[in-house]
């Protein structure tokens, strides 16, 4: 039946996307070393409209303590600074007139603690997507048995997106303790 391969692929890509959005989620949230990508949430005024930070200047990591954001522009030099300390990064931006220095300060045990629990919660998010995508795959499946699919292949249908749910939820239980592990590594 094409129909139900049509489901099934789209309940993988929907799947898909929830790994891809919970491994782009987990990187955001930093693990005491500098990394570019911690930064990435970050939006600047930028002529009258938001932009990310890294369409207004590169950011770079020198070494495992600190970033270096050089604007492209100079003169948003004060308006990068204030959003990065308005931020909920914690993190305090130090301005030599040509770029902003941030030291990234070592993580106490207190706060490790809570970016695991942040960490869970951003993965629990993406496995609530991923049974969502399996509920609304198997009610197209049983909306196609009504309408005279066979019940054998529906049977079939709904067995291979419990698979696919359960191999997305793993990824994604990966990821999670390949990213607590970093955090909780002093």
């Given at each position: 039946?094409?129909?139900?391969?049509?489901?099934?692929?789209?309940?993988?890509?929907?799947?898909?996307?929830?790994?891809?959005?919970?491994?782009?989620?987990?990187?955001?949230?930093?693990?005491?070393?500098?990394?570019?990508?911690?930064?990435?949430?970050?939006?600047?005024?930028?002529?009258?409209?938001?932009?990310?930070?890294?369409?207004?200047?590169?950011?770079?990591?020198?070494?495992?303590?600190?970033?270096?954001?050089?604007?492209?522009?100079?003169?948003?030099?004060?308006?990068?600074?204030?959003?990065?300390?308005?931020?909920?990064?914690?993190?305090?931006?130090?301005?030599?007139?040509?770029?902003?220095?941030i030291s990234i300060p070592?993580?106490?045990?207190?706060?490790?603690?809570?970016?695991?629990?942040?960490?869970?919660?951003?993965?629990?998010?993406?496995?609530?997507?991923?049974?969502?995508?399996?509920?609304?795959?198997?009610?197209?499946?049983?909306?196609?048995?009504?309408?005279?699919?066979?019940?054998?292949?529906?049977?079939?249908?709904?067995?291979?997106?419990?698979?696919?749910?359960?191999?997305?939820?793993?990824?994604?239980?990966?990821?999670?303790?390949?990213?607590?592990?970093?955090?909780?590594?002093?």
């Open positions: 039946m094409e129909e139900i391969d049509f489901f099934l692929e789209a309940a993988e890509e929907m799947m898909n996307k929830a790994v891809d959005h919970c491994r782009v989620d987990l990187t955001k949230i930093r693990a005491g070393k500098a990394m570019p990508a911690m930064l990435d949430g970050i939006r600047v005024e930028y002529y009258g409209s938001m932009a990310p930070i890294n369409q207004v200047a590169s950011v770079t990591s020198p070494d495992a303590r600190t970033l270096f954001v050089k604007p492209f522009e100079k003169n948003l030099i004060a308006e990068i600074e204030k959003s990065i300390r308005n931020s909920d990064l914690g993190l305090n931006p130090q301005n030599d007139g040509q770029q902003i220095i070592q993580l106490t045990e207190e706060r490790r603690i809570s970016l695991v629990k942040q960490a869970k919660a951003v993965t629990e998010n993406a496995k609530i997507s991923v049974r969502n995508a399996r509920k609304e795959t198997n009610d197209e499946l049983k909306q196609l048995q009504k309408d005279g699919a066979a019940e054998d292949a529906i049977k079939r249908a709904e067995d291979s997106v419990q698979k696919l749910t359960d191999s997305y939820t793993k990824k994604m239980d990966d990821l999670l303790s390949l990213k607590e592990s970093d955090i909780m590594t002093v």
